[in-house]
């Protein structure tokens, strides 16, 4: 079983739908949750940040982790086409190495016009 | 800006040679990785750094070196590139907490 699982899509939805995206993990150990978000023949950027549980909410975008379930989200409000990318989900446990930071295989996004 | 460069930006090889990536950083970070992202795989660590001389490997460290001999360098060497090692690389630093990631624009390596 991978570290994490993320469903490749690719997902469409038309503009202004809500959005969501997912990953499942197996490590208990995981405590710092991330979403990047990477546009076509781009680098990786930093979208979410969550320790632990719970929800962060930045605009449009909602991280949620719940760590009973080892199970992150992301969700999108008012989706716009200029957030059509690939969506990688990444995770790390506390104290570990720095260099252990896990990544999902990303989930491409079309949102169309 | 995350204040990385990465060069070159596209290089295509022959099998056999040897190619050197260039990270470099205009911030002083400590932390600096290098990721290669294929289909398929999405992205994994090849080596980092966590200070100048000190490096580790990362979970596709096979047939690559890394060097770090100033603070904004990281250097990554294919010392003699094979078609398995055709992908994008991508370099980063960890500016703030754990996980905390600032990606370079990629590198992309073509080996005939």
């Known amino acids: 079983q991978k570290e994490v699982e993320q469903d490749p899509g690719p997902l469409s939805v038309p503009e202004g739908a809500i959005v969501s995206l997912n990953c499942t993990y197996s490590?208990?150990?995981?405590?710092?949750f991330m979403w990047y978000r990477q546009y076509s023949r781009k680098g990786p950027e930093l979208l979410m940040y969550?320790?632990?549980?719970g929800n962060k909410e930045d605009g449009r975008f909602t991280a949620q982790v719940d760590k009973s379930s080892k199970y992150i989200s992301l969700f999108i409000r008012d989706s716009q086409p200029s957030d059509s990318a690939t969506y990688l989900c990444?995770?790390?446990?506390?104290?570990?190495?720095?260099?252990?930071?896990?990544f999902g295989k990303g989930t491409k996004l079309s949102v169309k016009p | 800006d995350a204040g990385i460069t990465q060069s070159p930006r596209h290089k295509v090889t022959e099998t056999g040679t040897p190619v050197t990536l260039r990270c470099h950083q205009t911030?002083?970070?400590?932390?600096m990785y290098w990721y290669r992202q294929d289909p398929g795989h999405g992205l994994r660590l090849i080596h980092y750094?966590?200070?100048?001389?000190?490096?580790d490997k990362g979970e596709v460290s096979d047939g690559y070196s890394v060097s770090r001999s100033k603070t904004e360098d990281f250097l990554l060497t294919l010392e003699s590139a094979t078609s398995s090692q055709t992908s994008v690389y991508f370099c980063?630093?960890?500016?703030?907490?754990?996980?905390?990631?600032?990606f370079g624009e990629g590198s992309r390596l073509t080996v005939l």
């Open positions: 990444a995770m790390q446990n506390y104290g570990g190495s720095q260099g252990n930071l896990i």
């Open positions: 490590n208990s150990a995981f405590q710092y």
């Open positions: 969550t320790y632990s549980s």
């Open positions: 911030e002083n970070h400590r932390y």
């Open positions: 750094s966590y200070g100048v001389k000190d490096t």
């Open positions: 980063a630093i960890m500016k703030g907490a754990i996980g905390e990631l600032f």
